[in-house]
């Protein structure tokens, strides 16, 4: 614990300007980011008597060593700096609203020649028009589903697209009329985007102008005794009027706003978010956070407005945004949502009529999502207690092991041969902590040699930070070979395809740059190591520890078959109760070290079977062997062109043309393949593939 005189600013040192400022840890690591109108005003206030401190401000100071500001012209420039920061540096003090699940959006991929409508989740993409969120998919899809007898509008993938354009024939939507078929060419390009637009400006709000045109049109059609034609519209005017009930309305002066509200104890806070569009509530989220500084219901809303629209622009940022308390410097909150939106946006407090009665609502929201999650936290806290409590007793450990790290080898017959380590800390999964491994020291298969590899690289990388980081003062000497340490790949499991992700496990390990204050990979030692196996994976880690000089650290193995524990050195294996909440603990963790290293392994095998000649020219990106295939249609024909006819294609140099012949050239000629259903040879083509 440190105390904060020891790293007080001299008198006259701190600016009285904007500007937003950092506390560090003694191993360099940002712990605290705020920001202040006055530097010098602010910064006094942590520095004060220990006891006049609120206990969470008074933990933060203690644990920092150092504090460190940066100047800018304006409170909003702090307002952005400070969210860059807490995005980049991930404080442990910074209140940080997370999702409790990834909503769904409907989404118009406006960026594509023939526009899709689909749900989407995650990230969001350029080119692609959003609505929502919702709070279930299938919310959407009931939706988009009445609203496709009227904009008929492409819902299917790229591959069924594909197939149907070469076929000459729609898929079932198409012939139903909820597709207007752009892939056999029954409306055009820009026909097609004008329907997609109209279904954009509908989901936007703007729905009476649709719904009077239809009912004319209906009209003109009964008139002229058009009586199918009339029915038609009449159908599409109630889908219409259906979809718009899903979302009532709310606001009777078609507002485009979003109502932000905070329900709030000493210890959490849940806010929630309805999303108003055209007067109607198009989209609804919540999180819920610790309270992890001192920080009153201004601050959360200043941090949830933060956390809302930092990466969002244009209309996903409202003209309106409706707030139970205004932030500290709410002119400089404006000014920083106005710079998003590109015009003014007002953020105010309802005080009267229909907008003070939705906030009530959306208030009464976050009062029951507070109180169900700590209803569910308070058991989930007491049986994950218990359940580190029971391992620690069965494994004779002196305190209950808060975070747990798994091992697990995956392979194919021997191909493709990978390793995984989840973490669990405090009974709960920590995925930014996940990381993968390649085994590089020998080839074939042998778990026993592949889990000792795996762990000795593991542990060697966290000597490496310690020592780097000074929390020793002395390497201990190996007293065996260590296997030569492997680069682990830092990107967190998500639900991105796995394919997607950048193969960087065989790169090898690089120096470890300065400390900036990020989080470090390997920086933290478990309590108990988990390997999947029996007792030669428990022996192979324990040696792997023991080489290192480690001898803090506990290690046992999960047994698939029987679900027994071993221990090192140990002949009979630890036996817990079935209903044992401290074994089914690690049967999560090693199920999920299981699911992770598969998921790494088919990625691996599915990189390998995509692999083209093309990947060994060196400096050529996706995007060039894209354009060759597309301009010569195969590799075959690739191969017999000459090198001026590859310097042809766009963005293709003579050097790169040339590296391309050679690559290609170097090759041996594939073997055919065969139809197995008729046994003829299959030759490749121009278009693809022929018989």
Known sequence: MADPSSYRPKPGQIPDSPGVYKFRDEHRRVI?????????????????????????????????????????????????LEYSWIKEFDPRFNVKYRDDKSYPYLAVTLDEEFPRVQVMRGAKKKGVRYFGPYGHAWAIRETVDLMLRVFPVRTCSAGVFRNAARTGRPCLLGYIGKCSAPCVG???????????????????????????????????????????????LRDDVEALKRAMEKSAVVLADATDADLIAVAEDELEAAVQIFHVRGGRVRGQRGWVTDKVENVDTSGLVEHALQQLYGEETGDS???????????????????????????????????????????????????????????????????RSRALEEIAEALGLDTAPLRIECFDISHLQGDDVVASMVVFEDGLARK????????????GQDDVRSMHEVIGRRFKRYLQEKERTGEWEETPAPSGPVPAPGADTTAPDTAAAPAAAPDTASEPDVEPREDDGRPKRFAYPPQ????????????????????????????????KRLEEVWLPEDDDPVVLPRSSEGLYLLQRVRDEAHRFAITYQRAKRAKRIRSSPLDAVAGLGETRKQALIKHFGSVKKLKQATIDEICEVPGIGRRTAESVAVALASTAPAAPAVNTATGEIIEENDGGSTT
Not at 62 to 77: C, K, L
Not at 530 to 547: M, N
Request: hydrophobic share 40%.
């Open 432 to 443: 930014s902590e996940y990381r993968r491994f390649q085994i590089k020291g020998f080839e």
């Open 528 to 559: 108990l190591v988990v390997v999947d196996g029996g007792q030669p994976q428990v022996a192979a880690a324990k040696r792997a520890l023991d080489e290192l000089g480690i001898d803090d650290i506990a290690v046992c193995g999960l047994a």
């Open 32 to 80: 605290y980011v705020g920001k202040a109108k006055n530097l010098r005003q602010r910064l006094a206030n942590y520095f004060q008597d220990l006891a006049a401190l609120h206990p969470r401000t008074r933990t933060m100071v203690t644990t920092a060593a150092s504090v460190e500001w940066t100047v800018v012209s304006t409170e909003v420039e702090a307002l952005q």
């Open 186 to 232: 029954r409306v055009t390009p820009e026909e097609h985007r004008e329907l997609a637009d109209d279904f954009c400006d509908f989901m936007a709000g703007r729905t009476g102008t649709y719904i009077r045109r239809l009912e004319k049109d209906m009209m003109a059609a009964a008139e002229e005794m058009e009586y199918e034609r009339a029915a038609r």
């Open 317 to 383: 940022v409202p003209k309106e945004v409706l707030v139970p308390a205004l932030p500290e410097d709410p002119d400089a909150v404006s000014q920083w949502l106005a710079g998003r939106r590109g015009s003014q946006v007002s953020l105010r407090i309802p005080q009267r009529g229909d907008k003070k009665d939705l906030m009530a609502t959306v208030q009464r929201n976050a009062q029951q999502a507070l109180g169900l999650h700590k209803t569910k936290r308070a058991s989930d806290l007491t049986t």
